[in-house]
């Protein structure tokens, strides 16, 4: 297989994520970097040991040797690469979102398809372990027909962590364009595209103050809703209703539950960010021959009834930061190039995502249902044995 050359834009903290996993995999290969300024792309390329290093994103997308570039670049910058990429003849493997604005997602994927190229985007965290083993229970019928279902990620904000949150509390970002697509591309990747939306939404205040470390004091003006609730009818049937809130100092919620005929199947998280963001963990399911869930440290050692936890084989199951498998869906698009295919983390299914989150706001703001207008083919489950069948 002839390796796919990739040029990656954007060297903060998640690159060295990315580019330690790409190591990994004989079917792509990291030959250049960009940032801005040269002597940081320098120290990168020279970490990594990465042949060429840019001082600008533009400089490396016209190098005539690579064929993919990876945009991990902050979101406002995703489109403008994006697009140069496309134009450039080069296939593109983007973090989310997609694109600030539907429009603009809509632009990327329709020049992709006209130029014969491939784009992907993540998150690709549903390929991981535990949504993908919710996968094999739906598709295998152990749940019946999914019907119902809610996510939930219920936190206060980055101010109490992040070193520059303001951006967090601007258009682009707030609860559903932070951590939305990790929950929703989720759902997309279980239950297909969705048909309308639903929403309303808030905001706890008007501005926010960061309470320690070196900005301690500072006043962040608060310029998106910050708590929002949306019932997303999928074209299945299902009915999922999305919580996507800064406003909440603690919740016992879990992450996600879908609801079957034959049973519930749930990822029960404490942590507001480790639900569908992290690739693996615990999958609970519960079915009518079960009369209640159970704490494994509790269950009594004469209950013969089935154990929630669903067993696990399923590649890529780890729950830890240090094994954080990132990169997974550009080396699924490295194959779906070679075999002809669409990439499972896809350009399509990203932009569905977009619309669904456009729709949200666009509902909560008007007093409206939102009718989508795409769609996607629902990506193929993860065969076990990745990548050697892919």
Known sequence: MKKLRVGVIG???????????????????????AS?????????AAEHGIPKAYASGMELIADPDIDLVLNLTTPQAHYEYNLAALKAGKHVYTEKPLAMTFAEGKELVELAKEKGLLIGCAPDTFLGGRLQNIRELIDSGRLGRIT?????FVGHGHEFHHPAPAFFYQPGAGPLYDMGPYYVTALLSLLGPVRRVCAMATRAAQTRSVPSGPAKGTVLPVDVDTHINAILEFCSGAQVTLTCSFDVWDSELPRMELYGTEGTVLIDEKDPIAGPNLFGGDTLMRTPGEYRWADPERRPENVDTPWPVVPNCHPFNSVSHAENPRGIGLVDLAYALQNGRMPRASGDMALHSLEVMECILRSAREHVFCETTTTFEQPKALPLHFPEEN
């Open 148 to 152: 119902g279902g809610g996510a939930w």
């Open 11 to 33: 060297i903060g903290d998640i690159s060295n994520v990315y580019l330690n996993n790409l190591k990994k995999y004989d079917a792509v290969e990291v030959v250049a970097c």
């Open 36 to 44: 801005r300024g040269l002597e940081k792309a320098q120290r990168k």
